[in-house]
């Protein structure tokens, strides 16, 4: 079993910076993507961004150019460096993993955190 552990998240004014965390843990071969997704109430979950192994990164347009995705293959954990937050940005943020846990098969798993909270006030 694979564990994503999400942290960062919290109460932030208009136009201020976060950075959540996700660490993955457990039975881990290799780590092929791994995105960010959010959810506000009402709403679908939505992919923000993602990063690939090869480094590289998409962004959906309502982020790009104010959140950057990044990841550490050595720890197993990506980032996101959120700035320039907007009211709109509030929402439960979630890391998805698509990872190889056995050596012998090219079997990829997808694995969820279990979100964190971020909220932006105007």
């Known amino acids: 079993q694979v564990q994503l552990v999400e942290s960062g998240g919290g109460l932030v004014q208009a136009g201020g910076s976060l950075r959540l965390s996700c660490a993955a843990s457990?039975?881990?071969?290799?780590?092929?993507?791994l995105a960010w997704y959010r959810q506000a109430p009402g709403k679908q979950r939505e992919m923000i961004a993602s990063?690939?192994?090869?480094?590289?990164?998409n962004y959906a347009d309502s982020v790009k150019g104010r959140f950057t995705i990044s990841r550490d293959n050595a720890k197993n954990t990506t980032y996101l460096q959120m700035s320039g937050l907007k009211p709109e940005d509030t929402a439960v943020y979630y890391c998805?993993?698509?990872?190889?846990?056995?050596?012998?098969?090219?079997?990829?798993?997808?694995?969820w955190g279990q979100g964190t909270q971020v909220t932006v006030s105007s």
């Open positions: 998805n993993a698509v990872v190889r846990t056995n050596p012998r098969f090219l079997l990829l798993s997808d694995y």
């Open positions: 457990g039975s881990i071969f290799s780590i092929n993507t």
């Open positions: 990063v690939f192994s090869s480094g590289t990164t």
